[in-house]
C-alpha cells in the first residue's frame, strides 16, 4: 500500500519549534517532489513549503520564510520540516504530499498524486 505519514504535531508555546516528519511506505520518495500544506480551521489550505525531488530546489511561502527549513533524508525515505520561532499564527493540520515530476516542485497542490493524514500543530501559551 503507498502511503505518506506525517508525525511529530505537537502542542508548543509561541517562540518554540517542531520538526514535522513525512515518510513514506510502499513507494520511494527519491522520484517525487514533496511539498507541505496546511489547514487552519475555517481556513482554506495553503502550501507552506516544498522541495525538488533533488533536493536542489526549495520553495517557501512568505509567511514562514527563514523560519521553516525543508529537508529530505533519502536513506530514511522521509521529508522533514524544521518549524521554528512558532506563533499563533501557525496553528494548523499539516499535509505532506508527493508529487512526481522531474524538476523544481509547487506549492498550488492541485497536481499532488499522494497525500498524508496530516498531524495537528497547536501553538499557544
Known amino acids: 500500500q503507498l502511503q505518506l505519514v506525517e508525525s511529530g504535531g505537537d502542542l508548543v508555546q509561541p517562540g518554540g519549534s517542531l520538526r514535522l516528519s513525512c515518510a513514506a511506505s510502499g513507494f520511494t520518495l527519491d522520484y517525487y517532489a514533496i511539498g507541505w500544506f496546511r489547514q487552519a480551521p475555517g481556513k482554506e489550505r495553503e502550501g507552506v513549503s516544498c522541495i525538488s525531488r533533488g533536493g536542489g530546489y526549495r520553495k517557501y511561502a512568505d509567511s514562514v520564510q527563514g523560519r521553516f527549513t525543508i529537508s529530505r533524508d533519502s536513506a530514511k525515505n522521509t521529508v522533514y520540516l524544521q518549524m521554528k520561532s512558532l506563533n499563533v499564527e501557525d496553528t494548523a493540520v499539516y499535509y505532506c504530499?508527493?508529487?512526481?515530476?522531474?524538476?523544481?516542485?509547487?506549492?498550488?497542490?492541485?497536481?499532488?498524486?499522494?497525500w498524508g493524514q496530516g498531524t495537528q500543530v497547536t501553538v499557544s501559551s
Open positions: 504530499a508527493a508529487e512526481w515530476r522531474p524538476t523544481m516542485c509547487d506549492m498550488t497542490g492541485g497536481q499532488y498524486d499522494y
